[in-house]
């Protein structure tokens, strides 16, 4: 786990070890344990990497690492199964120097070429030069939980793990102004319709699942897809079936994470998610001393300590929690907003971070996390009614009527009305409804400054998407792949890598999500519980309390109430005053009381005052 970056240009002054050293600087937290460089003979190919070093300690494992006198890589992330690569690539002919999981992917390249991602279980983002082809291959892992920004222009390519890095040597930091906007009004931090686009502009990012191939003869950097989800697969299999298959793959996953020659600890926060992960690390780790590391917030309506203390008993985990304020938000929500770089969605993200940070200061450079489970499993309650609205579509009413009473019954209160028959029979029409409603939010915002809005005029909706919606699988899949799993995982990775730590995801296992994703709906979403088959999975594993909890729980903190705080409504106005002159929103904002929400509520404009104000 680490930082790169890298220079390439025809115009050799500007491949320099002054400007290597100044973006492997901002990368300084990513990779605190050492840092490397390269320049080729050419001059006109320049690398920068900063070490944070998880398998193989040794020398043998810095980068950047040279290759077959040919091939030179850096790289950021894990390949979880390089062990058993390392042996198919060992009697194929190729001979390994390190114990690392690099030096497999530059045999892994050499051999399968770009087909190379194919093979791997991991995440990633790296940048292999050949030196014999002149050229640049780029990857990224399947759903976006390593980064990879760059920016091309004349006759230069530079690329980064993080924007600062790619602004240490001139690139200009302006913002774009229809992600401001879309933000502001929708708070939206992804464009689904170009998952190349950043909140600034000339500054793009390889999307996930996604090889680049840079030329320095053309200075043309072309990307293309090597992967996607087949939500249309469906497979025939019994429950039973199904959940050992779950348990097998879940248990696979864990196990190949938990290789490391660093101390290794799990983020616990009560959920069925995290306590799943927590089970299978018993299972593997059970003659080994485990941390796990929490947030609570006692007396918050939404604490899960009672869930997190009745965990960690039934495990005998170490427990490690911490109740941060909204005095500790004030102290370090600049330091935060300078590692995320684009704008947040909630204080949940300060949370995160908090926890990452007790992990460091426990010397845990290691952590697991429960990301992605949602989204494959189909855990929010928001995706309940596309269930309903799929079994209404293949005229199962009955069914349909059943499923509602069992959620209303477990306290889940399922909105269905004739908009929602509507669209379970015209999905596509749906969408485009949807999509408008979002466009005349955002011009129909009386914040928005007359000046954005002119920039913006004839573009709002080229950043705007739903999708058609015709089954359960349909969201699942917008969610995964298009929007919303990304901008998690870009949290976690700063957040982590802000502290010195790697955060390790099983449920974003390939085998795992395939397999989920060709289940009938019937098994995610049933008898008045998401994540069924997982809860099912688990049962007689963890407590039933923490498994048959039927109110989902975001991870969230009492963000309403410390909006309330005095100190942090002063921030507020200060970012208000900050937009008004920077001709962003209006001055009538200024006049606005400030109108405390919680972090997951979608009328959270101050919040995205304060936080847009924060990345400007």
């Known amino acids: 786990m680490c930082g790169i970056a890298g220079i390439l240009s025809t115009n050799k002054s500007l491949v320099n070890q002054y400007s290597l050293k100044k973006m492997a600087d901002t990368l300084a937290h990513r990779g605190p344990d050492g840092e490397g460089f390269f320049i080729n003979e050419n001059g006109n190919v320049g690398f920068a990497h900063r070490r944070l070093s998880i398998i193989d300690l040794s020398k043998a494992a810095a980068q950047p690492m040279h290759y077959m006198q040919r091939y030179t890589i850096v790289y950021n992330g894990e390949i979880y199964n390089y062990r058993e690569l390392k042996s198919t690539l060992k009697q194929a002919g190729y001979y390994f120097s390190s114990e690392s999981d690099t030096e497999v992917i530059l045999a892994a390249y050499d051999y399968y070429k770009d087909e190379c991602v194919d093979y791997f279980d991991g995440m990633f983002a790296f940048a292999i030069w050949d030196e014999l082809e002149q050229q640049l291959f780029c990857a990224r892992d399947l759903f976006g939980e390593k980064p990879f920004y760059y920016f091309v222009q004349n006759d230069a390519m530079a690329f980064a793990s993080e924007m600062k890095a790619l602004w240490s040597v001139g690139i200009d930091k302006t913002m774009d102004e229809g992600m401001m906007a879309n933000y502001l009004a929708l708070g939206f931090v992804e464009n689904a319709n170009d998952k190349s686009q950043t909140f600034f502009k000339n500054i793009f990012s390889l999307p996930p699942a996604h090889t680049g191939l840079f030329s320095l003869a053309t200075n043309q950097f072309e990307f293309k897809r090597y992967y996607d989800i087949d939500k249309e697969a469906n497979i025939e299999t019994t429950e039973k079936e199904a959940i050992e298959k779950i348990h097998w793959l879940l248990e696979t996953s864990v196990n190949r994470r938990l290789r490391s020659d660093v101390p290794i600890g799990s983020s616990l926060s009560g959920g069925i998610d995290s306590s799943t992960i927590a089970y299978f690390i018993s299972q593997q780790n059970n003659k080994q001393s485990f941390k796990t590391f929490s947030a609570i917030f006692p007396g918050f309506e939404k604490d899960e300590s ?133 466009y005349n939010a955002v011009i129909d915002n009386n914040f928005i400054s007359s000046n954005l809005m002119n920039c913006i005029k004839g573009k709002e909706s080229n950043s705007i998407y739903k999708p058609t919606v015709s089954k359960l699988n349909d969201v699942l899949y917008h969610n995964c792949m298009e929007f919303g799993l990304e901008e998690l995982l870009r949290y976690a990775d700063r957040n982590s890598m802000a502290n010195g730590v790697e955060v390790r995801l099983p449920f974003l296992n390939r085998d795992l999500v395939e397999f989920v994703f060709s289940l009938p709906s019937s098994f995610k979403i049933n008898n008045g519980f998401t994540k069924n088959i997982l809860r099912k999975t688990m049962q007689d594993k963890i407590p039933n309390k923490i498994l048959w909890n039927s109110i989902k729980v975001g991870f969230e903190p009492p963000q309403k109430s410390w909006m309330e705080d005095t100190s942090v409504q002063d921030l507020i106005h200060e970012a208000k005053k900050k937009l008004v002159n920077e001709n962003i929103v209006n001055p009538t904002i200024l006049e606005r009381l400030i109108q405390p929400a919680g972090a997951h509520e979608e009328n959270n404009l101050d919040w995205r005052v304060l936080s847009l104000a924060q990345a400007l």
């Open 306 to 438: 009672k869930f997190i203390q009745e965990l960690s008993t039934h495990l005998q985990f170490e427990n490690n929690s911490i109740s941060p304020s909204s005095n500790d938000f004030l102290n370090d929500f600049e330091k935060i907003a300078y590692h995320q770089e684009e704008p947040l969605s909630s204080m949940s993200i300060f949370v995160q971070y908090k926890v990452y940070e007790i992990a460091a200061a426990n010397n845990i450079k290691v952590l697991l996390d429960g990301q992605g489970a949602d989204e494959i499993f189909a855990g929010y309650t928001k995706y309940i009614h596309w269930y309903i609205q799929e079994l209404i579509s293949h005229y199962k009413f009955s069914e349909s009527s059943k499923q509602r009473k069992l959620f209303h019954k477990n306290g889940v209160d399922i909105k269905w009305g004739f908009k929602n028959l509507l669209a379970t029979y015209l999905p596509s029409h749906a969408s485009l409804a949807l999509e408008k409603k979002a």
